[in-house]
């Protein structure tokens, strides 16, 4: 259930409220935006009614159940689009934001060499694998805690927030302790103790689609992070596996209006992911901003043939900068901007 409180209530009114909703037996989970405030009640279906009683206060406008599975992420408890913060950088709003750099951390000169060039290209955040979620136990698995102190000496030196990867619960308040945001990649998306520990930190999280799950599972994840009390979350669509083997998954580019009917949580594009191949990662970019994404994740490597992870579909640095041009011109369209 949802209890939207009228325009101006006070903050004592709202403390109330969120008073009477854990006396209820109910987890109440406020939302603050620009022009009223809304709690959403999450608990027991069968004792909904009790909430109901809210209804009476002065202050309360109305008492309305949430009838999607994901209370908190759904559109239906939250109108307004969320603006997720990294760093100074905001995603939702009208800057779209680019977050790019290497599949995988390498070395000092690697990543701060990527940072530089990504910056200047006009990306806000710089992108880093330091631990690696490989399909095979042989391949490089990351630099771990070296990859991190690498990632911040490229934020020192350049300014950038940057995202990482967290594969492990217990690894969490250690990535969290140095990245601006968490990134849950395809292969963990249901990964459910992972999920419920960066819900518990305070750093927003990247969610990628995982790679045979549908929409509503993603969102479903979402509502993981989400009902222990991080509401930072940033979805990204990454490809899905289909039939197709010319490419590395299939884009599913619906997703991301369709996403955005669902939910108001922010939605980014990974279009290195989504299909594999270099050629390919421009023209699906600009796909990515003319159906409404609030941003994209893109691998770059300052020399891509000698990469240790994802070589193939990692732009190189002159190709970074015609994509980061190129979409230029589809954001003036979309009355966006980098
Ligand atoms: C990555 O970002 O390098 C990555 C492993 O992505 P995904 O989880 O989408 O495969
Ligand atoms: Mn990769």
């Not at 069968?46 to 809210?54: F, P, S, V």
């Not at 000092?108 to 694998?129: F, M, N, T």
């Not at 302790?177 to 249901?190: F, S």
Request: glycine residues 8%; contains cysteine; charged residues 25%.
């Amino acid at each position: 259930m949802i209890v939207v409180l009228k325009v101006g209530a006070t903050e004592a009114q709202q403390k109330h409220v969120i008073a009477k909703v854990k006396e209820l037996g109910f987890k109440p989970h406020p939302i603050v935006g620009a022009e009223r405030t809304v709690i959403a009640c999450i608990g027991d279906d069968r004792d909904k009614a009790q909430l109901q009683t809210l209804g009476s206060l002065s202050y309360v406008d109305s008492v309305m159940p949430i009838l999607k599975p994901y209370k908190l992420a759904s559109k239906e408890t939250t109108k307004e689009r969320t603006v997720v913060k990294v760093g100074n950088v905001a995603i939702g709003g009208s800057q779209f934001v680019v977050m790019a750099g290497p599949c995988s951390v390498e070395s000092r000169a690697q990543i701060i060499k990527s940072a530089e060039i990504v910056k200047a290209a006009g990306a806000q955040i710089l992108r880093g694998g330091a631990f690696k979620p490989r399909s095979s136990p042989y391949s490089f698995q990351g630099l771990e805690e070296e990859g991190l102190r690498l990632l911040a000496a490229a934020r020192e030196r350049t300014g950038l927030p940057f995202v990482t990867e967290v594969v492990t619960p217990s690894d969490v308040a250690m990535v969290a302790d140095y990245a601006d945001m968490l990134q849950i990649g395809a292969r963990n998306m249901q990964n459910f103790a992972l999920l419920k520990e960066v819900g518990r930190v305070r750093k927003p999280i990247l969610l990628k689609r995982g790679m045979s799950s549908t929409l509503k599972e993603l969102l479903m994840s979402a509502e993981y992070v989400m009902s222990q009390g991080n509401y930072d979350v940033v979805l990204c669509e990454r490809g899905i596996r289909t039939f197709e083997e010319y490419t590395r998954n299939t884009c599913d580019i619906s997703a991301i209006p369709a996403l955005k009917e669902l939910s108001h949580l922010p939605v980014i594009l990974d279009p290195s992911h989504a299909t594999g191949l270099r050629s390919l990662v421009i023209p699906v970019a600009k796909a990515g901003v003319a159906v409404g994404a609030h941003g994209l994740i893109v691998e770059m490597h300052p020399k891509p043939e000698e990469a240790v992870s994802d070589g193939a579909q990692s732009l190189t640095p002159p190709q970074f900068d015609k994509m980061m041009s190129e979409i230029k011109k589809y954001l003036v369209i979309e009355g966006k901007h980098l």
